[in-house]
């Protein structure tokens, strides 16, 4: 099983001309509410990637979250470890994706600041813990820490870019990073490295294996495993909103239930992620197992 425990958002998706400069307001025919967030997203996309999820986060009792949830029913997540706080506003998501399909995503956290403590009993023994950075750190840490205890093994995604120490570092057994959050991650633990490959291996003398995202020219991993590296899907670029999510989903899902070797289930991450840019939106775009596989075997 893989727990996901991380935000839950409601997305506005606005596709612009142009995103608006300061003092700027730029007007688009219209915007789509879709579900969204790094941790639902990584949720629903391992799930469609034939995982068995279970996610741990918290939406307020309001309108807002009818979208999200709904996202989590039709995927098939289980949804137990959703806090429903009264009172309390479900986090929004403002995304604008420009013509080149670039975002540009402001979050509003509310409820995700209110995620309810990780358990044990949320963790499968010999599972798999997701998560990212948009509820408090703190609770993240306190969740490594629990998961160290169960068995479980985990997976962190550090978006958006927040500070982690060298001691939580090696506790994580994959981190997850895009070239721009590697970078900011080096300068922030004060380590040298240069080039994208040289930030991996630094980063993974501290202990994890570290996957770095190329977009779309790939990914590049390095850890105990020697250096992988793989390519992309070509696919026409609609919206890269959620990729990298649809990359961390499918991971775990393809290390998971289908306990693939690693280097096959980064080949399954980046081509689920391709695939996630070649509609508008996060969620609304991440392809099934099925489809994931169909496109690997089409070259
Ligand atoms: O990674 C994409 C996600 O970032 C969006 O769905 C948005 O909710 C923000 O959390």
New binding site residues.
């Given amino acids: 099983m893989i727990t996901v425990y991380g935000?839950i958002?409601l997305?506005v998706v606005s596709k612009m001309t142009h995103f608006p400069a300061a003092g700027e307001t730029v007007l688009t025919p219209e915007a789509l509410p879709s579900p969204?967030?790094?941790g639902a997203?990584q949720a629903v996309a391992a799930a469609r990637a034939g995982g068995a999820v279970y996610m741990v986060g918290a939406v307020g009792a309001d309108g807002l979250s009818v979208i999200p949830l709904e996202a989590f029913r039709e995927a098939g997540v289980d949804m137990r470890g959703v806090a429903v706080l009264p009172g309390e506003t479900t986090a929004i998501?403002s995304?604008m994706v420009d013509a080149a399909g670039e975002n540009r995503?402001v979050?509003a956290s509310n409820a995700n600041g209110r995620a309810p403590a990780l358990t044990a009993d949320h963790l499968a023994p010999s599972g798999i813990l997701l998560m990212q950075m948009?509820i408090p750190y703190r609770s993240n840490w306190d969740a490594l820490a629990v998961s160290k205890k169960r068995g479980a093994k985990v997976i962190l995604n550090l978006a958006p870019f927040g500070p982690v120490d060298k001691e939580l570092l090696s506790q994580v057994d994959i981190l997850v990073v895009n070239e721009g959050e590697a970078a900011a991650l080096i300068r922030h633990l004060g380590m040298d490295a240069e080039s994208t490959e040289e930030k991996a291996w630094a980063l993974s003398a501290l202990g994890p294996t570290v996957v770095i995202t190329l977009g779309g020219a790939g990914y590049l991993c390095a850890g105990k495993a020697g250096l992988i590296v793989g390519k992309a899907l070509n696919v026409e670029v609609i919206d890269t909103?959620?990729a990298?999510?649809a990359f961390c989903g499918c991971l775990a899902a393809a290390l998971d239930g289908e306990s693939m070797p690693l280097h096959e289930a980064l080949r399954f991450a980046a081509a689920g992620a391709s695939l996630a840019c070649t509609k508008l939106g996060?969620q609304t775009a991440y392809a099934s197992k099925d489809e994931i596989a169909a496109r690997i075997s089409a070259g």
């Fill in positions: 935000s958002n997305d969204g967030g790094k997203n998501a995304v995503i979050v948009e909103t959620g990298g999510d996060a």
